[in-house]
C-alpha cells in the first residue's frame, strides 16, 4: 500500500520536449507538494496545492505548470525541457497545510534532459 | 531569510559508535523541526519532528534529536550506528506560524557513510 505514489520513476528525455509527472496520494490528505532536488542533493519546494488550490507559488519558470485534478492527485507538466531541469522532482502530501502537518514523501522521478 | 545549515557533507562512522548530525537554521522565531532521511533511490522518510515541549525528542530507527533554543540549533544522535543507517540526512523547519502555510526549507543534507 504506497502512501505516496509517483509515475514515471525515471524519464529520459530531450531538451525541448514537454514532459508530465503524476503524482497520487492514498492517505486522504488535503494537500500536496512538489519538490526539486537538484545534482547536488538540495531540495527546494516548488508548488503546493490545498484542496486543489494552490497556495505555494515558489519562483519557478511559467514552463512547470501544476495541476490538481482532485485532492488525491497533483500532476507537474513541464513545457519545453531544458537542460537544467534534470532533477529528483519528489511529491508529498500532508493532512493540513499547517506547519504542524507532517509531510509524506513519494520516491521521487527522476528527470534526465539530454 | 530563514535558512538551515548542515556544516558536515559527509559523515564516516564505524558500525557500533555514536553518531551526531548537526543543524542550525536561522528563523524569526522557533520554527517547526524536522529530520529526515533518505536512503540510495528512494524517497524521504521522517525521522522525527519537534514542535514545543520537551527538547529532547525520540523518532523511529533509534535516532533522537534535542532542541537548543540558545543555539539555534536541532541535532541528530543515535547510540549505536547500524549499516542500514548509511543513507543522506536532511534537516528541516517549517514556519510557525499561522498562515505561514507548510512550507518545509531543508539544509543541504549531510551524508552518511558505515564502515564494517
Known amino acids: 500500500d504506497t502512501a505516496v505514489s509517483q509515475t514515471p520513476k525515471y524519464l529520459v528525455t530531450q531538451m525541448g520536449n514537454d514532459k508530465s509527472i503524476k503524482c497520487e496520494q492514498n492517505?486522504?490528505?488535503?494537500?500536496m507538494y512538489w519538490y526539486k532536488q537538484d545534482s547536488k542533493k538540495f531540495l527546494k519546494i516548488m508548488f503546493s496545492y490545498n484542496n486543489k488550490e494552490l497556495i505555494i507559488n515558489e519562483t519557478v519558470p511559467n514552463r512547470f505548470s501544476p495541476k490538481s485534478p482532485d485532492k488525491a492527485h497533483l500532476n507537474l507538466h513541464i513545457n519545453s525541457l531544458e537542460l537544467g531541469d534534470s532533477a529528483v522532482y519528489f511529491c508529498?502530501?500532508?493532512?493540513?497545510?499547517?506547519?504542524?502537518?507532517?509531510?509524506?514523501f513519494g520516491p521521487g522521478t527522476r528527470l534526465t534532459v539530454l | 531569510a530563514q535558512s538551515v545549515t548542515q556544516p558536515d557533507i559527509h559523515i564516516t562512522v564505524s558500525e557500533g559508535a555514536s553518531l551526531e548530525l548537526r543543524c542550525n537554521y536561522s528563523y524569526g522565531a522557533t520554527p517547526y523541526l524536522f529530520w529526515y532521511v533518505q536512503s540510495p533511490g528512494q524517497g524521504l522518510q521522517l525521522l522525527l519532528k519537534?514542535?514545543?515541549?520537551?527538547?529532547l525528542v525520540q523518532g523511529i530507527k533509534g535516532f533522537e534529536a534535542e532542541f537548543k533554543r540558545s543555539q539555534s540549533s536541532f541535532n541528530l544522535r543515535k547510540p549505536s550506528v547500524h549499516w542500514s543507517d548509511a543513507a543522506e540526512y536532511f534537516c528541516?523547519?517549517?514556519?510557525?506560524?499561522?498562515?505561514?502555510?507548510?512550507?518545509?526549507?531543508f539544509g543541504a543534507g549531510t551524508r552518511l557513510a558505515v564502515h564494517p
Open positions: 528541516a523547519v517549517a514556519p510557525m506560524f499561522s498562515g505561514g502555510y507548510n512550507k518545509l526549507i
Open positions: 519537534y514542535f514545543s515541549g520537551d527538547t
Open positions: 508529498a502530501s500532508s493532512q493540513g497545510d499547517r506547519g504542524t502537518d507532517t509531510q509524506y
Open positions: 492517505l486522504g490528505h488535503d494537500t
